[in-house]
């Protein structure tokens, strides 16, 4: 199962791309000297790439007993070995014995958010959190 961002995460990204872009290509057709805007094409291929990342490995990904934040940095847990779920400021904070993995709510979109909350609720665990993040 996989969460996708918000479409307003996404499309942060699509219109950078195309403002600096934009700004790549005024400069090299209408100006002749070097710019630190002539590394906009570089700057909207960063941003273009991370759209693409985005869009084809969403953000969370729930596969084979495997809780996988997608990133460059990218975390993953086995969910049977989750004994604690945090939920504080918009954060899932999941806890094993050796480590700890955020997931920002934020970002997920509120349909994908109530399946991630339904597959969470599953797992046996203990649950912290304030009451102002029950949903």
């Known amino acids: 199962m996989k969460i ?5 995460q996404l499309n942060f990204n699509l ?8 700004f790549f ?3 090299f057709f209408f100006d002749d000297e070097f710019n630190w805007i ?6 909207s291929i960063a941003y273009f790439g991370t759209y693409y990342y985005k869009v084809k490995y969403k953000y969370v990904t729930i596969d084979e007993g495997n809780l996988t934040v997608n ?8 969910l049977d070995e989750i004994v604690q779920i945090k939920s504080f400021a918009g954060e899932y904070i999941l806890k094993t014995e050796k ?19 339904k597959e969470l609720k599953k797992l046996q ?10 949903r």
Not at 15 to 22: A, E, V
């Open 4 to 8: 996708p961002y918000k479409k307003r």
């Open 38 to 43: 002539d590394y906009g094409l570089l700057v």
């Open 25 to 27: 290509l005024g400069q």
């Open 125 to 134: 665990v203990v649950w912290n959190y304030k009451p102002s993040t029950i």
């Open 99 to 117: 480590q700890e993995l955020r997931i920002n709510t934020h970002t997920i979109k509120p349909e994908s958010l109530a399946i991630l909350n």
């Open 15 to 22: 219109y950078f791309g195309s403002i600096w872009l934009i």
């Open 71 to 78: 990133g460059p940095f990218g975390k993953s847990v086995a």
